[in-house]
T-cell receptor, first 116, second 112 residues
Framework: EAGVVQSPRYKIIEKKQPVAFWCNPI?????LYWYLQNLGQGPELLIR????????DSQLPKDRFSAERLKGVDSTLKIQPAELGDSAVYLC??????????????FGPGTRLTVL | QKEVEQNSGPLSVPEGAIASLNCTYS??????FFWYRQYSGKSPELIMS????GDKEDGRFTAQLNKASQYVSLLIRDSQPSDSATYLC????????????FGPGTRLSVLP
């Protein structure tokens, strides 16, 4: 079974530039998560999707961050414009959904963003 | 007060010893508790989940939960160098494992 796929794995941009990250969850997984992980810290949830609906985006900085999950499968997370403090690893995770309890999250390899 | 707290370490133990990792949380109504392992430069992977007070054993790993003390721990018996990683505690607000907060992680180093 293929795992969660993320691209790109690494991205270096200059501040004020836009950037986008892509995630393909495990086939059949209804729930998709985007996390941000700073060095030496645990992942912090940015947004959670149930199918195509964003059910928890309370921690997403909506002035510069946006996300979408069209058709309830792939998802894209965008930052525009990027700031120096956005340098971090952006993790995508997926889980089967509430039909299966407990609902184990599986993480992708992450995208390491460096903003210069 | 942070929601989930862990000693950042590093915690160093000799090979074959028992490694004890601790986590405290602030939300008294937390329902689910998870331990994730994260190797350097890799993504987190789930190793244990626990929902009820007491101990839960899986191979060399034992998770212990005390809701009254708001404390959860992970014991690793017969520690191996391959266990060297950062261990993340996650505490959930529901029983499903969808909505939880991670601690900062404890870095474990198992010395050969």
């Amino acid at each position: 079974e293929a795992g969660v796929v993320q691209s790109p794995r690494y991205k270096i941009i200059e501040k004020k530039q836009p950037v986008a990250f892509w995630c393909n969850p495990i086939s059949g997984h209804n729930t998709l998560y985007w996390y941000l992980q700073n060095l030496g810290q645990g992942p912090e949830l940015l947004i959670r999707y149930e199918n195509e609906e964003a059910v928890d985006d309370s921690q997403l900085p909506k002035d510069r961050f946006s996300a979408e999950r069209l058709k309830g499968v792939d998802s894209t997370l965008k930052i525009q414009p990027a700031e120096l403090g956005d340098s971090a690893v952006y993790l995508c995770a997926s889980s089967p959904g509430l039909a299966k309890s407990p609902d184990t999250q599986y993480f992708g390899p992450g995208t390491r963003l460096t903003v210069l | 007060q942070k929601e989930v707290e862990q000693n950042s370490g590093p915690l160093s133990v000799p090979e074959g010893a028992i490694a004890s990792l601790n986590c405290t949380y602030s939300d008294r109504v937390s329902q689910s508790f998870f331990w994730y392992r994260q190797y350097s430069g890799k993504s987190p992977e789930l190793i244990m989940s626990i929902y009820s007070n007491g101990d839960k054993e899986d191979g060399r790993f034992t998770a212990q939960l005390n809701k009254a003390s708001q404390y959860v721990s992970l014991l690793i018996r017969d520690s191996q160098p391959s266990d060297s990683a950062t261990y993340l505690c996650a505490v959930g607000r529901d029983n499903y494992g969808q909505n939880f907060v991670f601690g900062p992680g404890t870095r474990l180093s198992v010395l050969p």
